[in-house]
């Protein structure tokens, strides 16, 4: 009995204390120190600005996107009123889309937040991947998203 309280004291205690400390600074393992609360608000704004675009709610995404918001990609770059407008005119039915978002990771930089992540969107065309960083700033007490860049991820085989 006296071999396995020692083996506990001086093996696994200090195992489960290195480990402890490894998730604690392990980059994504926690909130970024001090920022729970912003990553939640974003993420509920995320989620709502590509809700909004998936059914064409111009309204949502004009009040989430700043008045400065770009938008680039394969295409080039975009300023909000140029993407509010190919959304609004939109041509092809709507959909059902059920999205995974992972990984998803914060950085903050006074008052500014860059946001990295892989959405995945199910439609009835398949499940596609992309890449995304965005760029937040907080305005008055909100989050604004001021500029989106996404690419396509091409899965490998």
Not at 92 to 117: M, N, S, W
Not at 140 to 157: A, D, I, T
Request: charge should be neutral; aromatic fraction near 10%; proline fraction near 3%.
């Amino acid at each position: 009995m006296k071999s396995q309280k020692r083996f506990a004291i001086l093996v696994v205690l200090p195992v489960m204390v290195l480990c402890a400390f490894t998730f604690r600074f392990w980059p994504g393992a926690m909130p970024t120190a001090g920022h729970a609360d912003d990553e939640r608000a974003i993420r509920q704004l995320n989620e709502e600005c590509l809700r909004a675009h998936d059914i064409g709610d111009v309204a949502t995404l004009d009040r989430i996107e700043d008045d400065d918001f770009t938008l680039s990609g394969d295409f080039g770059v975009v300023g909000k009123q140029q993407q509010l407008d190919k959304v609004r005119h939109r041509t092809g039915k709507q959909e059902v889309v059920t999205r995974k978002i992972d990984p998803q990771r914060f950085r903050f930089y006074d008052g500014v937040a860059l946001v990295t992540e892989t959405d995945r969107p199910t439609t009835a065309d398949g499940t596609f991947a992309f890449q995304s960083t965005e760029v937040w700033v907080r305005r008055g007490g909100s989050w604004r998203l001021v500029h989106l860049h996404y690419s396509r991820v091409e899965e490998k085989q």
